[in-house]
């Protein structure tokens, strides 16, 4: 008969086995999302048309080259002429997004970071456990 605390360790590795591969998984594609959501910089972009289903959008890239994006409308209908702040990745500079990146890849990390710790916590657990017994 297989006591309780062997069980358990046993429980323990299967649970380690699971989840530190895959939480060192998710901390590395969160990492390197911010890594990448790091390079985008602000620009102010100026609505030049607007439709009811979408606003076009003009802003001057790094170079003066002058870039446009036609966006889907959420909220209040813009003006023409109104100013957004658009954020533009040095690689993409034709597409922009009106969202901020500075929450790119965070919710990656914190699962990541929650299933890493769980999973060293099980391999522990399943390295002491049988020395107790």
Do not use: C, Q
């Not at 802003?59 to 870039?67: A, E, K, T, Y």
């Amino acid at each position: 008969m297989t006591d309780p605390l062997d069980a358990i360790a046993i429980v323990a590795e299967v649970v380690s086995w699971l989840l530190l591969p895959s939480g060192l998984l998710l901390l590395i594609i969160g990492l390197s999302r911010r890594a990448w959501s790091s390079k985008y910089r602000s620009a102010k972009a100026v609505i030049t048309n607007v439709t009811e289903y979408d606003a076009k959008l003009r802003w001057f890239g790094d170079g003066g080259d002058v870039h446009e994006t036609v966006s889907d409308l959420t909220g209040p209908i813009p003006a023409v002429g109104d100013a957004r702040t658009v954020w533009v990745h040095p690689s993409r500079p034709e597409s922009a997004r009106l969202d901020s990146p500075a929450h790119d890849g965070r919710a990656l990390i914190t699962l990541g970071g929650i299933l890493t710790a769980v999973g060293a916590i099980a391999v522990a657990v399943s390295f002491v456990l049988p020395l107790l017994g």
